[in-house]
């Protein structure tokens, strides 16, 4: 079986790095590309669903009945799909390469080792403005005039992927889907001008914990499809709410351990990525049989490319002077069934029933949905 082409991400022609830059046009900052075509509006609320994939959602009408009858499209979340990548293309406007947080654990060349981007913390001597130095659009958006809030979870208000991805932005706490509707109506009346981003992270827990196939997840999309039917219902005359996603999800049914494969691990000096979209940084002048060994175990259930082969390839779309180094020297990205896995050192990776990561269209496109406020 021959491995099927990569569906290479059409950066700047309808992604996620499209969504803030089509927001920050339709709010009059000048300077901003409107890709989307977003129609002119005082007030725009995105609502980002963690783990809501357009093809999870066609396959669901009767559990999202409000976000069916929306209108809208598919859009591409990027490579790797996964959240801390998404949100820093939404934050900054810029396709992964540009902004650098390009995966859960990437390299960190100056200290030496791999950092956890979910679970970064002050701790890893990290600086988040130096990380990640791009300006985010919500700081170009208040240098305009317009009131910016970011309403999320309590747990991420002061983190330091937070402050790499919505600096600029006022950080409004919230769990609780009462909380996000009242902040999310409070905010949006704020100023002349208000760009709002709502954050809801349940139904991509529960595909984790549950597999995107189950009743647990599809419950849970009837209660994303009533939260964004009720912040439609709290939006000011002429608002415009847009709702997308970070990524899709699959359940994969097969699993490669590279812990216990030692052909995978010979001249392998980090693994990072996770799941389904691996980084594998090789020992010094290890990487050519890094990569054989790669293809060889892995075969035709993975793309397996060197570096530089992704990055001309724009997987990353351009990549900006020093974030190649953040990938890996080898990238797999699995394209069917296949999970690879660290059962070792990835304990909490390994237990996950849902997955994402990857370029096939389950995991990589995501719905760019709208609906307008009373007139």
Same mark, same amino acid.
């Given at each position: 079986?021959?491995? /099927?082409?990569?569906?290479?991400?059409?950066?700047?022609?309808?992604?996620?790095?499209? $969504?803030? /830059?089509?927001?920050?046009?339709?709010?009059?900052?000048?300077?901003? =590309?409107?890709?989307?075509?977003?129609?002119?509006?005082?007030?725009?609320?995105?609502?980002?669903?963690?783990?809501?994939?357009?093809?999870?959602?066609?396959?669901?009408?009767?559990?999202?009945?409000?976000?069916?009858?929306?209108?809208?499209?598919?859009? %591409?979340?990027?490579?790797?799909?996964?959240?801390?990548?998404?949100?820093?293309?939404?934050?900054?406007?810029?396709?992964?390469?540009?902004?650098?947080? !390009?995966?859960?654990?990437?390299?960190?060349?100056?200290?030496?080792?791999?950092?956890?981007?979910?679970?970064?913390?002050?701790?890893?001597?990290?600086?988040?403005?130096?990380?990640?130095?791009?300006?985010?659009?919500?700081?170009?958006?208040?240098?305009?005039? $317009?009131?910016?809030?970011?309403?999320?979870?309590?747990?991420?208000?002061?983190?330091?992927?937070?402050?790499?991805?919505?600096?600029?932005? @006022?950080?409004?706490?919230?769990?609780?889907?009462?909380?996000?509707?009242?902040? =999310?109506?409070?905010?949006?009346?704020?100023?002349?001008?208000?760009?709002?981003?709502?954050?809801?992270?349940?139904?991509?827990?529960?595909?984790?914990?549950?597999?995107?196939?189950?009743?647990?997840?599809? #419950?849970?999309?009837? #209660?994303?499809?009533?939260?964004?039917?009720?912040?439609?219902?709290?939006?000011?005359?002429?608002? !415009?709410?847009?709702?997308?996603? %970070?990524?899709?999800?699959?359940? /994969?049914? @097969?699993?490669?351990?590279?812990?216990?494969?030692?052909?995978?691990?010979?001249?392998?000096?980090?693994?990072?990525?996770?799941?389904?979209?691996?980084?594998?940084?090789? @020992?010094?002048?290890?990487? %050519?049989?890094?990569?054989?060994?790669?293809?060889?175990?892995?075969?035709?259930?993975?793309? $397996?490319?060197?570096? @530089?082969?992704?990055?001309?390839?724009?997987?990353?779309?351009?990549?900006?002077?020093?974030?190649?180094?953040?990938?890996?020297?080898?990238?797999?990205?699995?394209?069917?069934? !296949?999970?690879?896995?660290?059962?070792?050192?990835?304990?909490?990776?390994?237990?996950?029933?849902?997955?994402?990561?990857?370029?096939?269209?389950?995991?990589?496109?995501?719905?760019?949905?709208?609906?307008?406020? /009373?007139?």
């Amino acid at each position: 079986m021959t491995a /099927p082409p990569p569906p290479v991400p059409r950066y700047g022609t309808g992604t996620l790095a499209d $969504v803030s /830059p089509s927001v920050l046009a339709a709010l009059g900052v000048p300077g901003a =590309a409107n890709v989307l075509g977003l129609p002119p509006a005082a007030r725009v609320c995105v609502l980002l669903v963690d783990g809501l994939g357009w093809e999870q959602l066609r396959a669901h009408p009767d559990e999202a009945p409000f976000l069916t009858s929306l209108g809208g499209r598919a859009i %591409d979340a990027g490579l790797p799909a996964t959240t801390v990548t998404s949100i820093a293309s939404l934050g900054t406007g810029l396709p992964p390469g540009g902004h650098g947080l !390009l995966g859960l654990q990437v390299a960190v060349p100056e200290a030496g080792g791999l950092l956890n981007l979910l679970r970064w913390s002050d701790d890893a001597g990290v600086d988040p403005g130096e990380f990640q130095p791009v300006p985010t659009v919500y700081e170009r958006a208040v240098a305009d005039g $317009v009131a910016v809030r970011y309403i999320g979870l309590w747990n991420l208000r002061r983190t330091p992927l937070s402050r790499a991805t919505s600096r600029g932005a @006022e950080y409004l706490p919230a769990d609780a889907l009462g909380e996000l509707v009242g902040r =999310a109506g409070t905010a949006l009346r704020e100023g002349d001008r208000a760009y709002v981003t709502v954050y809801h992270s349940d139904l991509d827990a529960t595909g984790h914990r549950r597999g995107v196939g189950s009743a647990e997840w599809r #419950f849970q999309l009837r #209660f994303v499809d009533l939260l964004a039917e009720r912040i439609a219902s709290v939006l000011p005359p002429g608002a !415009l709410l847009c709702v997308t996603s %970070d990524h899709g999800m699959v359940d /994969p049914g @097969e699993r490669l351990d590279v812990d216990r494969t030692p052909a995978l691990l010979d001249g392998v000096a980090m693994l990072g990525g996770d799941a389904r979209c691996r980084y594998v940084y090789a @020992e010094p002048g290890a990487r %050519d049989d890094v990569l054989a060994a790669w293809r060889a175990v892995v075969g035709d259930r993975a793309w $397996v490319v060197p570096r @530089e082969e992704a990055v001309a390839d724009g997987w990353f779309g351009p990549v900006a002077p020093g974030m190649a180094e953040r990938i890996g020297d080898v990238v797999a990205v699995p394209h069917g069934g !296949l999970a690879i896995v660290a059962s070792e050192r990835e304990p909490w990776l390994e237990r996950m029933v849902g997955m994402h990561g990857s370029m096939i269209a389950a995991e990589r496109l995501v719905p760019m949905l709208t609906v307008s406020g /009373p007139t």
